[in-house]
């Protein structure tokens, strides 16, 4: 053995590592292929050997390899063999290649499953790292399924490093295996609060990004964001989130109002481009929800678009020339978002739009272009595109002139050629369009040419002349016979022209130049086109020539199609074979009859009647499912399984002959026939590509009610339209602007007459007034045929989603409580002792247990059975009344206390009411929150705290009530008693019909660390009190304090101050500073270079009346003990004649309470906790405690900073954790009027502390 | 979501290319191809931004790239990134390679890929980002070499002890 190894790192001595592999290809550079070639071979024979770090080497070597573009799947094996190494050096080695090659449909993933999972829970943190970095590349939905369990344990991690890793790939396994989103959710949404910032960071990121496709699901987590933003010192975050806010106001209004603080107090304070920018595109979002159903903002979004004309037309000197250019960039890419939804706002700066399509940068010119899409009116469309037209013909590099070419399409055909008042102009743009050569979207202008020459009816004429010569002159555009290419267009071209024939000036010549030998070079489904409409062609062609007495000319144009046609008739496609044929025995037969003088004309013509009706391209889906149609039933019994078998050989067999053999046409009675008759007529009546038969169909169809006629209105030409050769778009602008003048001119004229004279002609019936958009009227009054649409069309919503994006499986509702059913999958041996596939075969009963849920939901219930036969049926019982009991399988067997409750009392628990506790909880955050996010929420604030907190228990919160309207301000904060009672006893009725149904809750992690979320979640039936945590820190006449302090989340040693200032009387205060009295333990934070006892300047002013809130941070370093901590206010009070200074006392109480931080603890972690035996009790009882128990636990809750880990009816667990990582249990239990709390803490002190300030709060009740 | 992360000297040639969708390798290939092409014919004082791309493109995807003297590095992001923030965290990738290999230079990048791509992993995981602190992504690095090196040590004296003379 040992000699083995020895020869095993003697041969990698003479190895070529990786190092060697570069070398040698950089010293072949003539004949790499071949070099690399045996290296791959060396790299085979590596493979063979037993030696795992000869292996892995070859492995890496093949990494290098794959990354130069070789295939290198056939190593999967070898790597997977790498992969599970004990040595770590190998491991990694193993887990990058597999990363870099493995995909879903590499076969030896399936291997990986045991290997990956023995990774993950490895002693050294860094095979789990490395798993996890690996896995988070090639995850299967299979290993998704299997591993989201293990991953969901390791979010949990003592490690952060574990912990964020684990956090961040949860979204991938929520991608692959959707069904783990919402048992993983609860733990997901803890980790927004978890005390390592890496973590945080990570989950931050996986719920934006969950967030970004499906915003609405997530909204009820915008308090416990906002209060991440405000809280947040690392800009990613900070940027994720914001990003996040700005996705979600659209949503909801109210949510805009409470950003615009922190975002522009963001906006000051930040160095950083990246995050100012990111609030800036957030606050237009804010004011983009706001100002849409308020004019009155718009003025602010002015402001918005100039600031960002600064940023786009303003290069900063001290700046690299490249960082202002991506100024520029993101300038306009905001300025974007602003027009859709304001473009007045964006219109008035053309000039500075147009001056960016000049830009030398590619990207900068494509945002123009984009915005100039949006900013086009008919005034200025036929300057706008003058400009692209100019843009196209100097443009270099066919990637910018394609962009280009479809920006012109778009901006002109944008909301049905809302803005073009010259479909000449239009046509004639589209024709030189045609000239582009190398466009990769001649079938773009092809569809435009059909889609207006169809639809306005008025524009045939020309367009058909257009199409003629461009017909004539094809030789020109068939030098791109790529795919796609310019030649597209022909087809449109000859389209019309056959279409259309009865317009055309000198139909015998387009025919000819239908029938030219070139055309045979065409693409096929051209040439098909081409001879369909000679036909038509020829149809018009021998109309006009039968009326004359010489019947020779139209014996020669039948000799014309007998001669051409038989090119078509040996094309090598089907298509332009077939309809060639067709028409070749048709123009025979034809020639015969001529020959024998028959009037044949109108005939051949009937061939081709009928008028097309443009039909959405959408309309086909829309036809709604008649009633009682189900098309996913079987019509027939479906074969039994059996059967099928037995008839698929027949099947093949049949399959081999259908193109020869003819379908038999068995005996169909008259009426059968009839019906499928009118069944076809019907259909191509609705298809726009038929031609009608015959004009009677055509009527029948006009007369069925729904569709309406169009009317097809005559044409006075005020241009003359022969153009010679191709025609000049630049013609029409200038013939326009003529027009428009004119128009002008006759209108003044006409309004110096006082409008004697009868109005008359087209579009002259404007009022007067300065030349706006309405004033301009089309050069021809023209019909644009709306496409049609079935009648009841469905309207249309799911329309432009893609079925397989993977993120709609993940639009899932997540406030709604787990059910039994959604668990995730959990190696069945762990919880199975007893099952005999127990020992070795885990693979096994990983992979096969989830397959079905119906069959693991059987299998578990089995192994209730064996676990405790006794309590089976109780069991069963309960579980069907269970919510949110994912964790049970996590808990095992280890009952505690409080879980041995859980299952005695649980027995009988109520639905899940249908309100949205989380919806509601977002109303209150938006309507009344402690964190103020103007002024006027500010004083709210205050109001209610300075309101003493029994009255406000008594009474029901009325903001929290979901039909109250949208901002609760202060009158609202102020509503009368007499409301108040109403509701109370309202609520007291509710309560007496719910106290025997009541409802329980288990709360694993709904507590998240937002006070007013919490609040709702204890109860969510009942509303509670508002609640503030605020208390009054010093008053006088002029100015009033109140104050409430919160542990730093991510500092042990720093605690925050929030204080809320409210100027009391009528005069300006200014200049105010804050200066506290450190003591040895605690000590203000004062910025860098300010003394031990320099106040703190209060960065703001407050006018009378108003108050505002500024934070104050304080270190700490023991907290076991409450203190007091002196300090003064000094401020400038300034009259409209006088100032005086002024100062104020005030005593800040550090309270135990207030170093605890709300931390959502799971019932099993608890349980360790407790079991632990680390932890010192203590106990205290409450007399007199009047109030609901529900009440009494939110006022623990809020108060003092814990979270509910789970409530049975009277009895209940919390938990809270001290900044500096004490944890602190508490058991409460309420009989009658007395509450006795027993709690487990690990600081004795601290703890005796925390009890008597709870004991403190509820004596005040 | 980082859809893909490249870098590529000033002639083309690949010297670190992390697909975060599988792709098959000629279409890797053709990507960084094109990506190269899109990219090197730029002007240096122009924005850092690039839409469009055929291949890895879509609407809704951008090329964010910066160039350092013979080394282009490109993140292929989707909308949900914040293009300034990409721009950071490119600087703050080379600035950890410059730290991991002390005044890098295109040629560690081509002798050690693999370095390079385990200091990646420290930063982005599966397209998402993970760590932006730079002195983390050194810290855990470092840590995660020691221990390589650790392993090397131990093999190394077990051969040599067990050496034949």
């Known amino acids: 053995m040992a000699l083995k190894i020895v020869k095993g790192s003697i041969d990698r001595m003479f190895d070529k590592n990786l190092q060697d592999l570069v070398r040698g290809i950089r010293n072949h550079k003539e004949d790499e292929a071949k070099y690399i070639s045996t290296c791959i071979d060396e790299i085979k024979q590596e493979l063979k050997q037993d030696n795992i770090a000869v292996k892995a080497n070859a492995v890496c070597k093949l990494t290098y390899l794959q990354m130069l573009g070789y295939d290198v799947s056939w190593a999967a094996f070898n790597i997977v063999e790498v992969m599970s190494s004990s040595k770590f050096t190998y491991k990694r080695i193993g887990y990058l290649a597999a990363s870099q090659c493995f995909h879903e449909s590499t076969d030896v993933i399936m291997l990986t499953t045991n290997q990956i999972r023995k990774d993950l829970s490895s002693p050294n943190q860094y095979d789990t790292g490395v798993a996890l970095t690996g896995l988070s590349c090639f995850v299967t939905p299979d290993l998704a399924r299997d591993l989201a369990n293990d991953i969901m344990t390791l979010m949990s991690h003592t490690k952060p490093y574990i912990r964020k890793k684990a956090v961040l790939i949860m979204y991938k396994v929520f991608l692959k295996y959707p069904e783990s989103l919402r048992p993983a959710f609860p733990r997901l949404k803890e980790k927004l609060e978890d005390p390592d910032p890496g973590v945080q960071s990570a989950a931050v990121n996986v719920i934006c990004e969950l967030a970004r496709r499906n915003p609405k699901n997530y909204l009820s987590l915008a308090p416990l964001f906002f209060k991440l933003m405000t809280s947040s010192t690392n800009n990613w975050v900070l940027i994720k989130i914001i990003k996040l806010f700005g996705a979600l106001t659209p949503l909801e209004p109210r949510l805009g109002k409470k950003l615009i603080e922190p975002l522009t107090n963001l906006i000051h304070s930040t160095s950083a481009m990246s995050l100012l920018y990111e609030c800036v595109n957030t606050v237009i979002a804010v004011l983009i929800s706001l100002s849409s159903g308020m004019p009155n903002h718009s003025a602010s979004i002015q402001l918005c678009v100039q600031k960002l004309r600064i940023l786009i037309e303003d290069s900063d000197q001290n700046c690299e020339p490249s960082v202002n250019a991506c100024m520029k960039y993101l300038g306009l890419l905001a300025m974007s978002k602003i027009l859709k939804t304001h473009p007045k706002s964006v219109q008035s700066h053309k000039d500075l739009i147009l001056q960016c399509l000049d830009d030398k940068d590619e990207s900068i010119r494509l945002r123009a272009l984009d915005l100039l899409y949006g900013m086009v009116s008919k005034k200025n469309l036929m300057e706008i595109v003058k400009k692209l037209m100019l843009h196209v013909d100097k443009a270099e590099g066919t990637t910018y002139r394609d962009e280009l070419l479809t920006k012109i399409i778009d901006i002109c055909s944008q909301s049905n050629y809302q803005y073009i008042t010259n479909f000449e102009w239009y046509i004639s743009i589209l024709v030189e369009l045609t000239r582009l050569e190398g466009t990769r979207h001649g079938h773009l202008i092809a569809s435009q040419m059909l889609d207006v020459a169809i639809r306005v009816k008025a524009i045939r004429a020309f367009a058909v002349a257009q199409m003629a010569t461009l017909l004539d002159n094809a030789h020109l555009l068939t030098g791109n016979m790529q795919r796609n290419g310019i030649c597209e267009v022909l087809y449109a071209a000859a389209w019309i022209c056959g279409e259309f024939s009865e317009h055309l000036e000198n139909p015998m010549q387009t025919l000819e130049a239908m029938l030219r030998p070139k055309v045979a070079t065409l693409p096929g489904h051209i040439q098909a086109v081409y001879v369909q409409n000679a036909a038509k062609l020829f149809a018009t062609v021998l109309k006009s020539q039968e009326g004359n007495t010489d019947s020779t000319a139209a014996q020669e144009t039948s000799q014309l199609m007998i001669d051409r046609l038989p090119l078509f008739v040996q094309s090598a496609n089907l298509e332009v074979q077939e309809r060639a044929s067709c028409i070749l025995q048709l123009v025979k037969y034809i020639q015969k009859l001529q020959q024998k003088d028959v009037e044949i004309a109108e005939e051949v013509n009937a061939l081709f009647a009928g008028e097309l009706n443009p039909v959405a391209p959408k309309a086909q889906k829309k036809v709604p499912v008649p009633e009682g149609l189900d098309l996913d039933a079987w019509i027939n019994e479906p074969p039994s399984e059996s059967e099928s078998e037995d008839e698929q050989p027949k099947a093949i067999f049949a399959k081999e002959e259908p193109k020869h053999s003819r379908p038999r046409h068995t005996e169909v009675d008259e009426k059968e026939l009839a019906r499928r008759r009118e069944a076809r007529k019907q259909e191509q009546a609705n298809n726009p590509f038929y031609i009608k038969a015959s004009p009677s169909s055509q009527k029948v169809y006009q007369d069925t009610p729904g569709v309406e006629h169009i009317p097809v209105v005559q044409i006075d030409l005020s241009v003359p339209l022969k153009v010679p050769g191709l025609p000049m778009s630049d013609q029409y602008v200038k013939l326009e602007e003529e027009r428009r003048q004119k128009e002008r001119a006759e209108k003044k004229k006409k309004e110096k007459k006082k409008r004697k004279e009868k109005r008359s002609g087209r579009g002259k019936k404007h009022d007067s007034g300065p030349e706006s958009e309405e004033d301009i009227t089309p050069a021809h009054q023209v019909d644009i045929v709306t496409e049609e649409m079935p009648e009841n069309a469905l309207p249309s919503d799911d329309d432009d989603k893609d079925p397989n994006d993977p993120h709609k499986a993940l639009d899932i509702d997540l406030d709604k409580p787990l059910a039994d059913s959604e668990k995730l999958p959990v190696r069945s041996h762990r919880e199975t002792p007893k099952s005999p596939a127990e020992d070795g075969d885990t693979e096994n009963a990983a992979l096969q247990e989830p397959k079905k849920k119906s069959t693991k939901e059987k299998r578990e219930k089995k192994k209730d059975k064996d676990r405790d036969r006794k309590k089976s049926k109780e069991e069963k019982k309960k579980k069907k009344h269970k919510h949110e009991e994912k964790e049970e399988d996590l808990l095992g067997g280890q009952a505690d206390a409080p879980v041995v409750q859980s299952e005695e009392t649980s027995e009988v628990v109520a639905p899940p009411t249908s309100t949205n506790p989380e919806v509601s909880d977002l109303d209150f955050w938006l309507s009344n929150a402690p964190v103020p996010s103007n002024t006027q929420e500010a004083t709210t604030v205050a109001e209610a705290e300075a309101a003493p907190p029994p009255e406000a228990a008594s009474g029901t919160a009325p903001d929290s009530e979901p039909d109250q309207p949208q901002d609760a301000d202060t009158e609202e904060a102020k509503s009368s008693k007499h409301k108040k009672k109403k509701q109370k006893k309202e609520k007291e009725e509710k309560e007496k019909k719910k106290k025997k149904k009541h409802h329980h809750h288990h709360h694993h992690s709904d507590g998240g660390g937002e006070e007013s979320v919490q609040n709702g979640t204890v109860e969510e039936e009942e509303p509670l009190p508002p609640m503030s945590n605020y208390c009054l820190l010093a008053e006088n006449s002029y100015i009033k304090m109140v104050y409430d302090i919160q542990g730093n989340l991510q500092d042990g040693s720093q605690v925050v101050v929030s204080v809320i200032f409210e100027n009391k009387g009528d005069s300006f205060l200014k200049s105010m500073e804050f200066n506290v009295l450190d003591s040895l333990n605690s000590k203000l934070q004062r910025p860098d270079g300010s003394g031990p006892h320099d106040g703190l300047t209060v960065p703001f002013q407050l006018p009378p009346g108003v108050s505002n809130e500024a934070r104050f941070v304080f270190t700490v370093q023991s907290i076991i003990m409450p203190q007091k901590l002196k300090g003064t206010l000094t401020f400038i009070v300034k009259n409209e004649d006088s100032s005086t200074h002024e100062k104020l006392d005030f005593k800040l109480h550090f309270t135990c309470t207030s170093y605890l931080i709300t931390t959502p603890c799971y019932s099993d972690a608890f349980a360790k906790l407790l079991e632990s035996g680390d932890l010192k009790g203590s106990s205290v009882r409450l007399e007199g405690v009047n109030m609901p128990f529900h009440h009494l636990l939110a006022r623990i809750c809020f108060h003092h900073h814990f979270s509910v880990v789970e409530r049975i009816d009277s009895c209940a667990s919390m938990y809270s954790r001290s900044i500096q990582g004490h944890h602190v249990c508490l058991l409460v239990k309420t009989s009658g009027q007395t509450v006795s709390i027993d709690a487990k803490c690990d600081e004795p002190t601290l703890l005796g502390n925390v009890l008597d300030e709870i004991k403190q709060t509820f004596s005040q009740c | ?165």
Do not use: W
């Open chain 2, 1 to 165: 979501m980082i859809k893909a992360i490249l870098i590529f000297n000033n002639h083309g040639k690949p010297r670190l290319s992390k697909f975060y969708e599988h792709y098959t390798e000629d279409t890797e290939q053709q990507i960084i191809r094109e990506t190269f092409h899109l990219v090197s014919k730029r002007d240096e004082n122009v924005c850092n931004f690039l839409e469009g791309g055929m291949l890895i493109g879509g609407s809704d995807y951008k090329l964010i790239y910066r160039h350092y003297a013979t080394l282009y590095f490109v993140f292929c992001v989707d909308s949900s990134e914040s293009e300034l923030g990409i721009l950071d965290l490119i600087q703050v990738f080379v600035e950890t390679l410059d730290k991991c290999f002390e005044n890098v230079c295109e040629l560690d990048l081509i002798f050690h890929v693999d370095k390079v791509h385990n200091i990646l992993a420290e930063m982005v995981m599966g397209g998402m980002v993970l760590e932006t602190n730079m002195n983390e992504i050194i810290t855990q690095v470092d840590a995660q070499n020691k221990m390589e090196k650790s392993e090397v040590n131990q093999d190394l004296t077990y051969s040599l002890f067990y050496l034949p003379v």
